[in-house]
T-cell receptor, first 112, second 113 residues
Framework: QKEVEQNSGPLSVPEGAIASLNCTYSDRGSQSFFWYRQYSGKSPELIMFIYSNGDKEDGRFTAQLNKASQYVSLLIRDSQPSDSATYLCAVQSNTNAGKSTFGDGTTLTVKP | DGGITQSPKYLFRKEGQNVTLSCEQNLNHDAMYWYRQDPGQGLRLIYYSQIVNDFQKGDIAEGYSVSREKKESFPLTVTSAQKNPTAFYLC????????????FGPGTRLTVL
């Protein structure tokens, strides 16, 4: 079992729809959770981070964390073609010397 | 203009050669990292450094070496011992090593001829 698992994808949604990206992790000591967006051939850029259980909203993006279920998700409302990219989930744990572990990513395509 | 720079953008290596990838940051970050990304996969940690003159092996350190002589610089050498070095290499930095956001450079794409 991988330490951080994401939907295998690819995920395709129509423009204006809600895209839901999911991530599960195995280390119960994990404390920090990050979502990065990576366009093809480019480096990852931070979208959101979340530390506490519940929802965190930033514009069209909402991160949801449930530590009991070891689950973190990213919702993208009113999806736009410019949201088409690979989304990487990263999990950081102080029990693992503070290292971040990345999932393999989910590729999202938003169709006009 | 603050940020992380990596050079070169593209690098070609012949079999048996060592090559060095540059990573510089002017964000005054203490921690720096090197990751490798293969097609369709996530990032795998090669080495990281929490402070000047100190660095630790990541998950896939074999065939790589690093140095951290200055806070701003964290070069990565891909040695001839690395049997499959063709990949996208990403450098990142953060204020500290624990519970902190990492910021990435633009990457170096290494191809073995």
């Amino acid at each position: 079992q991988k330490e951080v698992e994401q939907n295998s994808g690819p995920l395709s949604v129509p423009e204006g729809a809600i895209a839901s990206l999911n991530c599960t992790y195995s280390d119960r000591g994990s404390q920090s959770f990050f979502w990065y967006r990576q366009y093809s051939g480019k480096s990852p850029e931070l979208i959101m981070f979340i530390y506490s259980n519940g929802d965190k909203e930033d514009g069209r993006f909402t991160a949801q964390l449930n530590k009991a279920s070891q689950y973190v998700s990213l919702l993208i409302r009113d999806s736009q073609p410019s949201d088409s990219a690979t989304y990487l989930c990263a999990v950081q744990s102080n029990t693992n010397a503070g290292k971040s572990t990345f999932g393999d990513g989910t590729t999202l395509t938003v169709k006009p | 203009d603050g940020g992380i720079t990596q050079s070169p953008k593209y690098l070609f290596r012949k079999e048996g050669q060592n090559v060095t990838l540059s990573c510089e940051q002017n964000l005054n970050h203490d921690a720096m990292y090197w990751y490798r990304q293969d097609p369709g996969q996530g990032l795998r940690l090669i080495y990281y450094s929490q402070i000047v003159n100190d660095f630790q092996k990541g998950d896939i350190a074999e065939g790589y070496s690093v140095s951290r002589e200055k806070k701003e610089s964290f070069p990565l050498t891909v040695t001839s011992a690395q049997k499959n070095p063709t990949a996208f290499y990403l450098c990142a930095s953060s204020f500290s090593h624990t519970t902190d956001t990492q910021y990435f450079g633009p990457g170096t794409r290494l191809t073995v001829l």
